[in-house]
């Protein structure tokens, strides 16, 4: 019996589900295919994710938190040899509300003014649009050359953005994509 396909509707929703600690639906399609004018077929189709060990999902992204201390740039390096980048922060649920329990208290994200004093980028080339600095910052301390970015979550509130110098040493947040 050989079948002929007709045209056929494929709907595709991401949908992060989490299923049990660690394992996600991140998809789900439903595929109609005509085989037949009288016939239809439905088929559902999941699709589920399980990330890598010491990454964690949140809000459509993975997030890797280091347990040691680099630079900014050895950081930067560290995520990029996981296939991530340094965190970009472009929400505050993820500057402090909702990741507060799983960032250290100081850490590196993916953002700098190296390029050109005062005018911040992102890693990925972005400008900065929305931002949290903690009062005062960025302000280059006691005349410090100040040029990438950590979450200080000694700070007690949302804005918890501070400017660091590159080579002091912190843990960092790096994030992947779904």
């Known amino acids: 019996v050989v079948l002929c396909l007709l045209p056929h509707l494929i ?13 996600y639906i991140v998809s789900v399609s439903l595929h109609l295919l005509w085989h ?3 016939a239809l077929l439905s ?16 809000n459509g992204s993975f ?3 280091s347990s040691i201390a680099k630079s900014w740039q050895d950081s930067r390096d560290d995520c990029s040899q996981r296939g991530a980048v340094l965190a970009i922060i472009s929400m505050k649920h993820l500057s402090k509300t909702n990741m507060c329990d799983i960032i250290s208290m100081v850490m590196w994200i993916g953002l700098t003014d190296r390029e050109t004093e005062g005018v911040w980028k992102w890693v990925d080339e972005t400008p900065l649009t929305a931002s949290f600095w903690y009062s005062g910052e960025p302000n280059n301390f006691k005349g410090r050359n100040e040029d990438c970015v950590v979450i200080n979550h000694y700070y007690s509130n949302e804005n918890n953005w501070n400017d660091a110098v590159c080579e002091n040493e ?9």
């Open 11 to 23: 709907i595709s929703v991401v949908l992060p589900i989490p299923l049990l600690s660690g394992i």
């Open 36 to 38: 037949h004018p009288s």
């Open 43 to 58: 088929v559902c189709t999941l699709a589920l994710y399980l990330p890598p060990p010491g990454w964690l999902y949140f």
């Open 63 to 65: 997030y890797y938190i």
């Open 170 to 178: 912190y843990s960092w947040l790096c994030e992947k994509h779904m």
